[in-house]
T-cell receptor
Framework: ETGVTQTPRHLVMGMTNKKSLKCEQH?????MYWYKQSAKKPLELMFV???????ENNSVPSRFSPECPNSSHLFLHLHTLQPEDSALYLC?????????????FGPGTRLTVL | SQQGEEDPQALSIQEGENATMNCSYK?????LQWYRQNSGRGLVHLIL?????REKHSGRLRVTLDTSKKSSSLLITASRAADTASYFC???????????FGKGTMLLVSP
């Protein structure tokens, strides 16, 4: 256990559905991240939040909408996804958003878009 | 463009043997980190080496960094079946705070 939990662990959704992924960290960290991991591709950073403010958005389509209501929780709201969005979505947190901060990852949500 | 790239893509060894994985990157870095990922799970941080360090040890892990060649290696000594996982290098660019990951090396350690 890394202190970062993600729910659900598996999600199957149609292209017209709306769903949300949840991440919670119990480490007292100030920065949280969403990553997308697709087969045979490098891990892609999607969003970074530091002290509840979004500090990075790596040209992610608007069908992905993050929300960080407090420093312990991070959501990824999904709507009208495409089959190519099927992937493992990983949440991570770190003490700060600095270059030497170790990131602690959750177990991920395996998303399948039909 | 991809910053870190691991080599080989896959490695299969017997228990007790050493495993060496390499990572090459393109631009100046602040530090380089190695992570491990068991199948379908999250990544676990293994070790961080700063740009002014050349070698670092942690248990059975040994990491080297050669900034002149823009490369790093991860050595796992006396491997165990439990070391079976994917290993990723991640670089933090000078002046930036986010990590850029490579595609990883899949290591299989057979009993």
């Amino acid at each position: 256990e890394t202190g970062v939990t993600q729910t659900p662990r598996h999600l199957v959704m149609g292209m017209t559905n709306k769903k949300s992924l949840k991440c919670e960290q119990h480490l007292g960290h100030n920065a949280m991240y969403w990553y997308k991991q697709s087969a045979k591709k490098p891990l892609e950073l999607m969003f970074v939040y530091s002290l509840e403010e979004r500090v990075e958005n790596n040209s992610v389509p608007s069908r992905f909408s993050p929300e960080c209501p407090n420093s312990s929780h991070l959501f990824l709201h999904l709507h009208t996804l495409q089959p190519e969005d099927s992937a493992l979505y990983l949440c991570a947190s770190s003490q700060g958003g600095g270059a030497t901060d170790t990131q602690y990852f959750g177990p991920g949500t395996r998303l399948t878009v039909l | 463009s991809q910053q870190g790239e691991e080599d080989p893509q896959a490695l299969s060894i017997q228990e007790g043997e050493n495993a060496t994985m390499n990572c090459s990157y393109k631009t100046s870095i602040n530090n380089l980190q190695w992570y491990r990922q068991n199948s379908g799970r999250g990544l676990v941080h293994l070790i961080l080496i700063r740009s002014n360090e050349r070698e670092k040890h942690s248990g059975r892990l040994r990491v080297t960094l050669d900034t002149s060649k823009k490369s790093s290696s991860l050595l796992i000594t006396a491997s165990r079946a439990a070391d079976t996982a994917s290993y990723f290098c991640a670089t933090s660019l000078s002046g930036y705070s986010t990590l850029t990951f490579g595609k990883g090396t899949m290591l299989l350690v057979s009993p």
